[in-house]
Every structure is written in structure tokens, then in C-alpha cells.
T-cell receptor, first 114, second 115 residues
Framework: KNQVEQSPQSLIILEGKNCTLQ??????????LRWYKQDTGRGPVSLTI?????NTKSNGRYTATLDADTKQSSLHITASQLSDSASYIC?????????????FGGGTRVLVKP | NAGVTQTPKFQVLKTGQSMTLQCAQD?????MYWYRQDPGMGLRLIYY???????DKGEVPNGYNVSRLNKREFSLRLESAAPSQTSVYFC??????????????FGEGSWLTVV
């Protein structure tokens, strides 16, 4: 069964500090991996999309990395801001997904404190 | 700049009642999706529509029906609501399928409580 596991489940960081979120997946064969940001009470918003041939992609202060060999991805947040408080969701798509189905991780909840 | 619009935002139903969640996108996308999000779990696909006139079951379709009314609109119907359907529902759309690398855009969510 395709799975996407994220760690940690939650973390608290001080404003201005950096943090790294982890995503391990078992989806195979692999098509692409996405990171989404979901503010409380809102829908997910796309941060990055990476295919198997890409190993890093940035979106402002967010940098995602991908190691398709070890099936691991990370999302690094640089110089955190209060507005970074949200859940971050890792989403993986297989090459021949049964139907049009993405596999979603459970998310990491980040709280940035002043 | 509407993107994906879904209604209603909040709804309380009694067990056995029926209701329809409406979704519309203004980005000329081909694919549309309905997901549910429960505490501590990842989003799960209920139904999707790869193009106008086609619909297919996702991971958790039981108790739901969908209609792709036209290219813009994709509705989700609960025929006889059950407490297990208490959840947050998200409509989404993308130009291509989810393994195409296209960005998937989500609506703001519909909070449904079945009592």
C-alpha cells in the first residue's frame, strides 16, 4: 500500500529561526512530489512540485529537497515568520496511480512563536 | 481571482438527510476532485472527474455521489447523511491529471457536521 509518512507531527519554533520537515514515502513507481501549506480553516496551497529528476526546488523562504533513491523529501523553512504557522502536507503521485489518486501525508503542524 | 469556489462553508445535517456540496472553478481546468479531511489523517479522495462527462471513484466513495455538470462545476451529494460523514470537504481542480505535474488548486473547504 502506498504510504506517505511525515515527521515530526508538530513543532514549535521561534520567529527568525530555521526548521526542516521530513517526508518519507513508499509510492512506486514515482511521478512527482508536492508540498502544500494549509492555514487553519483554509484549503491547501501549493508550495512546490518536484519530479524524480529534480532534487531541489525553492519558493521564497521554502526549499524542498528530494532523494528519489531513498524515497525521502524535506521542506526547509528559512528565517521563519509568524505567517509560517500552518500545517505542511507532503503529497506523492505514482506513475500509474490507480485512478487519479494522490497519496497525502498526515501533515506537520508548525507553530512560530514571537 | 476566484479560483475554486465551494458552497456551503458550514452545514449541520441530521442523520438521514440529504444535501449537495457545490463546487465551481474558473480556470478552465479539465480535472476536478472531491476530498475529505479528518483529524489526524491525510486528505482522502472521494471522487474525481478527469474531464467533462466522466467521473470515477476514489479511495472512499461509499455514501456519496457526484455530478460533473459541465467543465466548470462538480457537485458532491450525500443521499442519506451518517455521523461518519462528519468531516471537512475540499473540492480541487487541475489542468491535467494529478500525475501530470500540474498544480492542484483547492477550495476553502466545507465543514459538515452530521448529528
Amino acid at each position: 500500500k502506498n504510504q506517505v509518512e511525515q515527521s515530526p507531527q508538530s513543532l514549535i519554533i521561534l520567529e527568525g529561526k530555521n526548521c526542516t520537515l521530513q517526508c518519507n514515502y513508499t509510492v512506486s513507481p514515482f511521478s512527482n512530489l508536492r508540498w502544500y501549506k494549509q492555514d487553519t480553516g483554509r484549503g491547501p496551497v501549493s508550495l512546490t512540485i518536484m519530479t524524480f529528476s529534480e532534487n531541489t526546488k525553492s519558493n521564497g523562504r521554502y526549499t524542498a529537497t528530494l532523494d528519489a533513491d531513498t524515497k525521502q523529501s524535506s521542506l526547509h523553512i528559512t528565517a521563519s515568520q509568524l505567517s509560517d504557522s500552518a500545517s505542511y502536507i507532503c503529497v506523492v503521485s505514482g506513475v500509474k496511480a490507480a485512478g487519479n489518486k494522490l497519496t497525502f501525508g498526515g501533515g506537520t503542524r508548525v507553530l512560530v512563536k514571537p | 481571482n476566484a479560483g475554486v469556489t465551494q458552497t456551503p462553508k458550514f452545514q449541520v445535517l441530521k442523520t438521514g438527510q440529504s444535501m449537495t456540496l457545490q463546487c465551481a472553478q474558473d480556470m478552465n481546468h479539465n480535472s476536478m476532485y472531491w476530498y475529505r479531511q479528518d483529524p489526524g489523517m491525510g486528505l482522502r479522495l472521494i471522487y474525481y472527474s478527469a474531464s467533462e462527462g466522466t467521473t470515477d471513484k476514489g479511495e472512499v466513495p461509499n455514501g456519496y455521489n457526484v455530478s460533473r455538470l459541465n467543465k466548470r462545476e462538480f457537485s458532491l451529494r450525500l443521499e442519506s447523511a451518517a455521523p461518519s460523514q462528519t468531516s471537512v470537504y475540499f473540492c480541487a481542480s487541475s489542468f491535467g491529471g494529478d500525475n501530470s505535474g500540474n498544480t492542484i488548486y483547492f477550495g476553502e473547504g466545507s465543514w459538515l457536521t452530521v448529528v
